[in-house]
Nanobody, 115 residues
Framework: QVQLVESGGGLVQPGGSLRLSCAAS????????MGWYRQAPGKEREFVAG????????LYADSVKGRFTISRDNAENTVYLQMNSLKPEDTAVYYC????????WGQGTQVTVSS
């Protein structure tokens, strides 16, 4: 089993920034991919950003390109999501995922962008 612990969500004004963190622990033999999804009220969960662990090439949803940056700490099995120029439509619960001999999800962290 792999456990994912997220942190960093909160309330921010439009144009502001937040940084999310996700630390993986437990029975990690090899990580194939990590990243983030989000789910807004009444909407389906959607991909935000992520990358295959070994190759390091990052992928972003079109809606966040140029504003969000995903990064990682290999030694700590941790992935980060730096979110800049936040918009009200970025409001959602953000979920970290990890593909390691199975797909695992974090508990989610709320991000609210509002004035």
């Amino acid at each position: 089993q792999v456990q994912l612990v997220e942190s960093g969500g909160g309330l921010v004004q439009p144009g502001g920034s937040l940084r999310l963190s996700c630390a993986a622990s437990g029975s990690i033999y090899s990580i194939n991919a990590m990243g983030w999804y989000r789910q807004a009220p009444g909407k389906e969960r959607e991909f935000v950003a992520g990358f295959p662990w070994s190759r390091g090439r990052t992928l972003y949803a079109d809606s966040v390109k140029g504003r969000f940056t995903i990064s990682r700490d290999n030694a700590e099995n941790t992935v980060y999501l730096q979110m800049n120029s936040l918009k009200p439509e970025d409001t959602a619960v953000y979920y970290c995922y990890c593909n390691s001999a199975g797909l695992y999800w974090g508990q989610g962290t709320q991000v609210t962008v509002s004035s």
